[in-house]
């Protein structure tokens, strides 16, 4: 095993990686008119 740097990244990495993994779920799997996060002003729906 690597020295403390090396492990940390590690671990950021993967948490970093989780992290935008639920993100993208969580904003496909939202619903038109449903706000999560009341802060957010004006939400567009489309397809790119």
């Known amino acids: 095993m690597g020295d ?3 492990v940390l ?3 950021l990495k993967e948490t970093v990686d989780l ?3 639920e993100s993208v779920i969580e904003i496909f799997n939202c619903k038109e008119g449903e ?3 009341p ?3 004006k939400v ?5």
Not at 44 to 48: E, N, P, R, S
């Open 4 to 6: 403390k740097n090396e």
């Open 9 to 11: 990244e590690a671990v």
């Open 19 to 21: 992290a935008l993994k």
């Open 35 to 37: 706000f999560a996060y």
């Open 39 to 41: 802060w957010v002003e």
């Open 44 to 48: 567009i729906v489309g397809q790119f």
